[in-house]
């Protein structure tokens, strides 16, 4: 009976230890989408404390995002290499305004940069850009042809194709004909 019993008050602690973990967690979102970064970190703190890993591990991570912006820490990019891989890092994020100025600057800076031209049209395609993602890529397959096979067979460049009739018929032209 005992037994019994302390494994009942085992699960009621574990359900409200998660409990708890789940209302931290979401009150740190909320917080963090008012761009109340000191206080969300404070919660993300707390959930990455709890008992769901996976909930832990996601907590973490917004913890330092909230480190980084009460730190005042901003990215310090001078050279075209520096604002494509910060902008490939806030494609990969989703952060589509941010991802698309970092990337037009890396074209600026080198402005016959193909590999910028091909991810700056994937992030224009997302970001539902349809005429400035043909054009980029247009140029990224003027500037090294093999860009047309890279396009057809990147899953995200599939999806936009189906999406926007104009990038599909560039990547379906073949590479003897124009643009």
């Not at 494994?7 to 989408?33: D, I, K, N, Y």
């Not at 140029?139 to 860009?147: D, G, H, T």
Request: hydrophobic share 40%.
């Amino acid at each position: 009976m005992k037994a019994a019993s302390a494994l009942e008050m085992a699960a009621t602690q574990a359900r409200a230890a998660l409990q708890r973990q789940m209302q931290q967690w979401e009150g740190a979102v909320q917080l963090f989408s008012q761009k109340k970064f000191g206080a969300a970190r404070a919660g993300f703190d707390e959930a990455a404390r709890g008992p769901a890993a996976h909930i832990a591990d996601k907590a973490r991570s917004y913890s330092q995002i909230c480190a980084r912006k009460t730190n005042g820490q901003d990215v310090n990019l001078h050279t075209a290499d520096d604002h494509f891989n910060y902008g490939v890092e806030r494609l990969n994020a989703r952060d589509m305004d941010a991802a698309r100025f970092h990337l037009s600057r890396a074209l600026d800076l080198q402005p016959t940069g193909e590999h910028i031209l091909f991810t700056l049209a994937l992030c224009c395609g997302l970001a539902g850009d349809a005429p400035a993602a043909c054009e980029n890529l247009k140029r990224a397959i003027a500037l090294e042809p093999k860009n047309r096979i890279l396009a057809r067979q990147d899953p995200e460049f599939l999806a936009l194709s189906q999406q926007f009739p104009d990038l599909r018929a560039l990547l379906n032209q073949d590479n003897t004909g124009g643009f």
